[in-house]
């Protein structure tokens, strides 16, 4: 076994220190190490999308990057994203749309979109549907993702419903 | 202010937990002191266990222990049989069910052969990989007919072959319907296995308490009270030394009841023995093998008929693929068995099958459970009688529908609740108009299709029923309580895995008490809340736990009408629950709020008369007699690639009718939900193993689950036909919308790809093997 290193980062703006074996995943590191429980883990092989966090703003997926390469850098979950009392807009438009049932997959689809949206603020419905086909949902048929999405993009870009 | 909930689209009271990451799931429980386990499991499907080498293994620094069967010792037994056969006359049935550990032999890839606690799963892993296990291979057990054929390997060594099951089930006359016939269709029919694919494996963490002497269970079970009492039971605890949580959990479908998985069996054991908690999750690969499945069957099917096209009769004999064990007895194929009659008028039914065990996973009930099957049967049946005798395929199906007088209707077979299969009540020929009408049936037929064909387009119909029992016994309870803060607490003992329970029961209570949905705080899943019960699964959550809640609900009302008649010296009569309070009807200015109520419910002074309690609280139960049916027609619209053999589907239309509705906006969420699982199940999504049992696509890579590219936008409708069981008139509809669609894909690929001669007799389909299967027909 190789020995640990330490690394610093900061994670939803927070400064975080470990000391982590190289091969600890960086989807480990922050269930386990830092706590942020947010952060599901559907396959471990890159597919689901389940694991997806932020890194310097990208959306990436965190089982299929070791802690150590996080070294440094900034890293953003699900709960950096807003409150049970005070819901990011596209949260907000996830539960109006009943865009989640079990919730599992949520806070990975979440953080694809984060970033898609301020690439792509006014999507059509098959510009969505492009952005979430690489997570996997197994409750919702998506239908209503798609639309908490739309939903949510109007609302970051201040419309009215 | 009107306090009714009831249909409205309520939004959900789990949402923000979920939303922003702070619900706990399983694997989100992380305790001081915990150990993780790493199972080493077979890569054999079938084959003698010589020996096992542990020594490298317990040499692994941060290892804690290795525990083989031996290991075990007393605690070492089969798990128990979770469903006994029903009460037919004849049956015949081998219970053989999975053990914690395998012992001598191991019968399906994955099979649990020894566990490895260590301080980390990474170092678990570690020493996974270097136990070595000598085995004997012997021939594995894959075709279902092969299976039952004399020579083949037995893999219970003490049943004479590979049967598990025989059963046979009838009404009325089939020879005397087959002699009358005007025509009789023959067709050999397969549903192939798939896997439910929760996106959240399974885990649990055993937290044994050795001062408290209590023993705690996170487990990702819809059945956590079950679970509860066969823990105590096998650990000689009492029931109420163990708790059983089962937190959020990230999708159920079916396989996360099975009692008991082995991992259920070894972890709990594991904490009593090392005094710590212990954890297991499993991870993608591992649910490819030791979660259980379903879904392969081969049917013989005949059907007689009219000239015009009225059902005489139908026979049926199928082979199940039990996979190595069977605790849950014969609940998938008897669904089959008894899904099949659908929407329809069947006067004479014989059916009869075989479950036959195979070095498989296990099969046990996934989202429809056996209703596909027989489904898939009875409307591929009725689409090659319309194309035999000329009808059209909504027109046989509309002459077969049983008339709305025919309810309730008892088909004289037993189903799986071991009541005889009898629907409570239905109107089916509206479901049907109004997906022919949503989809536009008359004028694709007429003007749409021949137009894109001109085109050189294929583009198809299709239209399928069914019928789902839902919500079936023994019971469920709960528990309501007005707190002195005005809020309301609910507790109950099934599970939740999505389906919005926290939010819809709210509703069921918000319509008896007058009070805000948000006001009320559901619990489910936690048997130290409530200990009584059954667990979620055959669409019964609405049915049976909520009708349990109504009832419970119900009687808190009845409390806080005579207090309130007391107080406000009034007669009940004349009170309402508006707005969290209770007030003479039409003077707001004697409003009582609730929470006061409760407050004087409870004095601190004072005596509780004899034969009252205290508080604003209710228990109650609900067991309802018999299942609920409820009913509903699928139609679709597909543009099939006449070179790609890809699938393209353009409408989705689901009409159903599961009663009264609580909430919309849930209930299209399960049908949408459910669709998608059947899109994967008829077009994407196939376990395939080799001749070695060997499972050649054990990951998501290679097990194609439906993306949002896949899944088209889904048209639903309701219409209400209450169930007379029920006091709220609901039936479930979990499983609705993944029943029909294998049988629907088949016919509108059919339609589309417009040679009449060229039929689909088996599901999962997939663009190679449509194409393959378009070749062997050209031949
Ligand atoms: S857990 Fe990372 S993609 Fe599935
Ligand atoms: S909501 Fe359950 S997997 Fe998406």
Redesign the interface.
């Known amino acids: 076994?190789t020995v640990p290193r330490e690394i610093e980062l900061r994670v939803n703006g927070r400064r975080i220190r470990g000391v982590v074996?190289p091969?600890?995943l960086l989807s480990d590191f922050l269930?386990?190490e830092a706590?942020?429980?947010?952060?599901?883990?559907?396959?471990?092989?890159g597919?689901?999308g389940?694991c997806t966090v932020l890194l310097d703003g990208e959306a990436v997926r965190s089982c299929l990057l070791l802690a150590v390469q996080a070294d440094g850098r900034e890293v953003t979950?699900?709960?950096g994203?807003?409150?049970?009392?005070a819901?990011h807009p596209l949260?907000q438009a996830?539960?109006?749309e009943?865009g989640?049932?079990?919730?599992?997959?949520?806070?990975g689809i979440?953080m694809t979109l984060v970033p898609f949206l301020e690439r792509c603020p006014d999507p059509t419905e098959d510009e969505?549907?492009?952005a979430?086909?690489?997570?996997?949902?197994?409750?919702?048929?998506?239908?209503?993702?798609?639309d908490a999405t739309l939903r949510g993009a109007r609302a970051l870009r201040g419309e009215e419903e | 202010m009107s306090t009714r909930t009831f249909g409205r689209?309520v939004?959900?009271n789990?949402?923000?937990?979920?939303?922003?990451?702070?619900?706990?799931?399983v694997?989100?429980v992380?305790l001081q002191g915990m150990a993780h386990v790493a199972f080493v499991r077979s890569p054999y499907a079938h084959a003698r266990i010589l020996s096992v080498d542990l020594e490298a293994a317990r040499e692994v620094p941060g290892v804690v222990s290795v525990v083989t069967a031996d290991d075990l010792g007393d605690y070492w037994q089969p798990g128990p049989l979770l469903v006994p056969p029903p009460p037919i006359a004849g049956c015949v049935f081998h219970p053989r069910t999975q053990v914690p550990l395998a012992r001598d032999k191991v019968r399906h890839v994955g099979e649990a052969v020894v566990a490895i606690v260590a301080e980390s799963r990474?170092v678990a892993e570690?020493a996974a990989e270097l136990v070595f296990v000598d085995y004997d291979p012997l021939p594995a057990v894959v075709d279902l007919e092969a299976a039952l054929e004399p020579d083949a390997a037995r893999l219970h060594d003490d049943l004479e072959s590979n049967l598990a099951a025989h059963v046979v089930q009838r009404k009325g006359d089939w020879e005397q319907a087959r002699t009358d016939a005007h025509a009789v269709i023959h067709r050999r029919l397969i549903y192939d296995r798939g896997t439910?694919?929760?996106?959240?494996?399974r885990g649990i963490v055993a937290h044994w308490d050795p001062r408290g002497q209590k023993l705690t269970l996170w487990d990702t079970t819809q059945a956590p009270i079950p679970i509860r009492n066969g823990v105590a039971a096998m650990l000689g605890l009492s029931e109420n030394q163990v708790r059983v949580i089962a937190p959020?959990?990230?999708?159920?479908?079916g396989p996360k009841i099975m009692m008991f998985y082995p991992e259920e069996m070894v972890i709990p054991w594991l904490s009593v023995q090392l005094g710590r908690p212990v954890k297991w999750i499993e991870?993608?690969q591992e649910n490819f093998y030791a979660t259980t499945q379903e879904r392969g069957q081969i049917h013989e099917a005949e059907m007689a008929l009219t000239e015009d096209g009225h059902i005489l009769g139908v026979r049926d004999v199928f082979l199940h693929d039990s996979g190595a064990y069977d605790p849950y007895g014969l609940t998938v194929p008897i669904n089959s068995q008894c899904t099949l009659l659908g929407l329809y008028d069947v006067p004479a039914y014989e059916s009869e099958f075989r479950a036959v065990f195979t070095s498989k996973p296990i099969v046990t009930p996934y989202r429809g459970a056996g209703r596909q099957h027989g489904v898939f049967v009875m409307e591929r049946l009725l689409d090659a009688a319309a194309r035999e005798l000329g009808i059209d395929r909504a027109e046989i199906r509309r002459r077969n529908l049983l008339s709305p007088d025919a309810f309730p209707h008892d088909h004289e077979i037993i189903y799986q609740d071991f009541t005889p299969l009898t629907y409570d009540s239905g109107n089916y020929e509206p479901i049907l108009d109004l997906a022919l009408e949503t989809i536009g049936y008359e004028r694709f037929v007429s003007e749409e299709q021949p137009a894109a064909r001109a085109e050189g387009r294929h583009l198809g119909i299709g239209v399928v029923g069914y019928v789902e029992g839902t919500g079936i016994g023994p019971y469920e309870g709960a528990r309501v309580q007005v707190e002195t803060s005005g809020r309301v607490s609910v507790v109950t003992g099934v599970g939740t895995?999505?389906?919005?329970h926290m939010t819809s029961f709210a509703q069921v209570v918000a319509e008896q008490l007058g009070v805000e949905v948000t006001d009320v705080a559901v619990v489910t899943g936690d048997t130290d809340q409530f200990h009584w019960g059954a667990g979620t699964f055959a669409s019964r959550g609405a049915v049976v736990a909520g009708n349990a809640i109504h009832a419970a609900a119900v009687g808190v009302r009845e409390k806080v009408l005579r207090l309130a008649a007391e107080e406000l010296e009034a007669s009940a009569d004349d009170l309402e629950l508006v707005a969290g309070t209770v007030r003479v009807r039409g003077v707001p200015d004697s409003a009582i709020p609730l929470g006061e109520l409760a407050a004087r419910a409870n004095p601190m002074r004072g005596a509780v008369e004899p034969g009252t309690e205290p508080g604003l609280e209710s228990t109650d139960y609900f067991g309802p007699e018999r299942g609920a049916t409820a009913a509903g027609v699928h139609a679709m619209v597909v543009e099939v690639d006449a070179e790609t053999f890809q699938v393209k589907i353009l409408r989705y239309v689901v009409i159903h009718d599961c009663g009264t509705v609580i909430n919309p906006?849930?209930l299209?969420?399960q049908i949408?939900?459910?669709?998608?699982?059947g899109i994967g199940n008829a077009f994407y999504e196939q376990l395939v193993f080799d001749e070695d049992g060997q499972l050649m696509n054990a990951?998501?890579?290679d097990y194609l689950?439906p993306?949002?590219?896949d899944?088209p936008?889904?048209e639903t409708g309701h219409l209400e036909t209450p169930s007379p069981l029920n006091p709220l008139g609901v039936k479930g509809a979990g499983e609705a919308?993944a029943i029909p669609t294998g049988a629907l894909f088949a016919q509108a690929v059919e339609d589309a790809l417009g040679d009449p001669a060229f039929e689909i007799r088996e599901i999962p389909l997939s663009p190679k093997r449509l194409w393959e299967l378009w070749g062997e027909w050209r031949e």
Request: charged fraction near 20%; hydrophobic fraction near 35%; aromatic fraction near 6%.
């Open positions: 076994m074996e091969r600890l269930r386990h706590d942020l429980t947010g952060t599901h883990v559907g396959c471990e092989h597919v689901c389940a979950t699900v709960e994203l807003g409150t049970p009392e819901l949260q996830f539960r109006d009943h989640l049932q079990c919730g599992f997959c949520t806070g979440l969505v549907r492009h979430l086909s690489g997570n996997l949902c197994r409750c919702t048929g998506y239908q209503n993702i798609v | 689209r939004p959900r789990e949402d923000p937990r979920l939303l922003t990451g702070q619900a706990l799931f694997d989100d992380h990474y570690d439910a694919a929760a996106m959240e494996n959020f959990i990230g999708g159920g479908f991870d993608r895995q999505g389906q919005g906006m849930i299209d969420g949408h939900g459910g669709v998608a699982q990951s998501l890579m689950l993306t949002a590219l899944v936008r889904i919308g």
